[in-house]
Nanobody, 123 residues
Framework: VQLQACGGGLVQTGGSLRLSCAASAYSKDVVGWFRQAPGKEREFVATIRWIGARTRYADSVKGRFTISRDNVKGMLSLQMNNLKPEDTAVYYC???????????????????WGQGTQVTVSS
């Protein structure tokens, strides 16, 4: 099942955005956010377990981004604060297996990409 991200937009450096994704629990044990900047490979941003809420973050976003999920509403969110121009990318949400993808860090093992949402940070 492909997950669809939304909530992107244009923001100035230092600004904030909140991304959302409708995501219910699947057979895969983790759900999270990924991004792809122009001319670059898709990369891991943050993931969270469906049960227990353990999280993982890319070093580049630690302390600025917060991932959360609401299992009752079936929603995944990414609060992005203190945005930088290098955060400009198309952001995707997806469900992944911790065993196959290392919490989503091995993006080459992540499949079934849905439509992403563009985040543009102006300097």
């Amino acid at each position: 099942v492909q997950l669809q991200a939304c909530g992107g937009g244009l923001v100035q450096t230092g600004g904030s955005l909140r991304l959302s994704c409708a995501a219910s629990a699947y057979s895969k044990d983790v759900v999270g956010w990924f991004r792809q900047a122009p001319g670059k490979e898709r990369e891991f941003v943050a993931t969270i377990r469906w049960i227990g809420a353990r999280t993982r973050y890319a070093d580049s976003v630690k302390g600025r981004f917060t991932i959360s999920r609401d299992n009752v509403k079936g929603m995944l969110s990414l609060q992005m604060n203190n945005l930088k121009p290098e955060d400009t990318a198309v952001y995707y949400c997806n469900a992944v297996s911790t065993q196959l993808t290392g919490w989503g860090k091995r993006t080459s093992n992540v499949n079934d990409w849905g439509q992403g949402t563009q985040v543009t940070v102006s300097s």
